[in-house]
């Protein structure tokens, strides 16, 4: 007996149904981010890990999807490194690439290698696959999509501006209510700094980014395993559990940190993007959470994350400044910031919440009924001048019981069927059925072009 097939977990296929729902997603990111000026690239699903290793930090090395080189891979490994119980030594040897971990450290070796080629401020989006080594759970994968967005070249603070606006065009379009949290890293290592414990920013991050999944108690425990002392800890609650309005946390935190040189760049910083947004008029709710450190090392300035107010999933949506990403890579002081939308958790929502429009789904708006070759004639110069218009058609290949053409249509929430037997063709007619409805309307076949467009604008 055959196996029975599968597909590695974490990862998923997609039925039409399902396609037709995300190219929503794509269709509505993709429009938003070309009407703020965006370009769009692409780079390999594989990487050298050369490019990939080191960036995320120790846990999103883990993470990497490693490839086995081709041919012989074991050709450069003796006998001793087998038996060693050596995984990171043996990888070394085995395996020069990975499946690339996000589209931001892919995109810093793009600029690089084709900084040359590239007018700055370089505006670019992205929509590609990423892999991540994770244990899959709800919400979570192992192969999912990002969409980003990013500005690269420019130290402007408009440019979180423009992130910001972006975010909230998208979401309003997509009909979810969501609450941007934002925080600086400056401030964060000014808080460290203030604490006592300045060469533990990284670990200190790490730690409290966790405070939404684990809770106070788990993250000072963590702290403590980290070699953070307890007195530093003790130091760390007041400002963990900060309460109040944005400039109400700015003003209390300054009070804090005040000392603190970067610290205090990071409170201006944060003063200068909400003064922007002040006469902005956005739906998305704006908040300063001091808790939020988003773990990757690369950002050094302000950061964000996007969560729905309805359906508990995590972050849908993060991001951040980066002032020096390309200098890994050779380039260095080119200061960029960016942001990505996780296609497969904003699905999960949108699914969740039922926001998905009918017309998403449905890839045929209308199916000619097939009565036989006579019939086969008439319908297809029809068919011909309903997609030179632009409206999705078919007609059913066989000329088969009427039940089964109807039944067919149903299944893919065909909206029309138009149906010509001998008594239309004989008078130029068609009889057009509404689906949704079950109204029919016989109608001059050279008017059904224009009565379908006028339906489609009515709507």
Not at 242 to 248: F, I, K, R, V, W
Not at 437 to 447: A, H, P, W
């Amino acid at each position: 007996m055959a196996q029975k097939p599968s597909i590695p977990k974490g990862t998923r296929d997609f039925s039409p149904i399902e396609m037709g729902k995300r190219n929503f997603i794509f269709d509505n990111i993709k429009s938003v981010f070309k009407l703020y000026g965006f370009q769009c690239i692409e780079t390999p699903a594989m990487e050298n890990l050369s490019t990939l290793m080191g960036k995320y930090g120790e846990e999103g090395d883990k993470l990497l999807f490693k490839i086995l080189n081709s041919g012989d891979y074991l050709s450069k490994v003796n006998a001793e490194e087998l038996v060693e119980p050596n995984s990171l030594k043996l990888t070394s040897k085995i395996s020069e690439k990975g499946l690339r971990y996000d589209l931001t450290v892919p995109f810093a070796r793009y600029v690089v290698q084709y900084q040359n080629d590239i007018t700055f401020p370089f505006r670019r989006y992205q929509i590609q696959p990423v892999w991540r080594a994770d244990r899959p759970q709800k919400g979570r994968y192992r192969e999912f999509y990002q969409c980003d967005v990013d500005i690269i070249g420019s130290n402007s603070l408009l440019n979180e501006v423009e992130l910001i606006q972006i975010v909230d065009h998208i979401y309003r379009n997509l009909g979810i209510n969501v609450v941007l949290k934002m925080n600086n890293r400056k401030i964060l290592a000014g808080i460290a700094e203030t604490i006592g414990e300045a060469d533990r920013i990284v670990d200190i991050t790490v730690a409290i980014d966790k405070l939404d999944k684990i809770g106070l108690e788990k993250v000072n425990e963590e702290l403590l395993q980290k070699g953070v002392s307890a007195e530093a800890i003790l130091k760390l609650q007041p400002i963990l559990q900060l309460s109040g309005g944005n400039e109400e946390k700015l003003g209390q935190i300054e009070k804090v940190i005040g000392q603190s040189e970067v610290g205090m760049k990071g409170i201006v910083e944060m003063r200068t993007i909400f003064g922007y947004l002040a006469p902005l008029v956005l739906q998305t709710e704006i908040e300063l959470d001091l808790t939020l450190a988003r773990g990757l090392n690369y950002y050094t300035g302000a950061i964000f994350e996007v969560k729905s107010k309805d359906v508990q999933i995590g972050s849908i949506t993060g991001g951040g400044r980066y002032d020096d990403l390309t200098g890994i890579f050779g380039l260095p002081g080119v200061s960029g910031v960016g942001i990505s939308f996780g296609a497969d958790r904003i699905y999960d929502v949108m699914s969740q919440l039922e926001l998905f429009p009918k017309d998403a789904i449905a890839a045929t708006q209308v199916m000619f009924v097939n009565f036989g070759a006579d019939e086969e004639r008439y319908c297809l110069p029809l068919l011909s001048g309903l997609r030179a218009a632009g409206i999705s058609s078919e007609i059913y290949p066989d000329s088969g019981k009427m039940k089964k053409q109807m039944d067919y249509a149903n299944r893919k929430g065909v909206k029309y069927v138009v149906l010509a037997g001998e008594s239309e063709i004989n008078t130029g007619m068609v009889t057009l059925k509404n689906m949704e409805t079950g109204d029919q309307k016989l109608i001059n076949s050279e008017e059904l072009v224009g009565f379908l467009l006028a339906a489609a604008s009515n709507q």
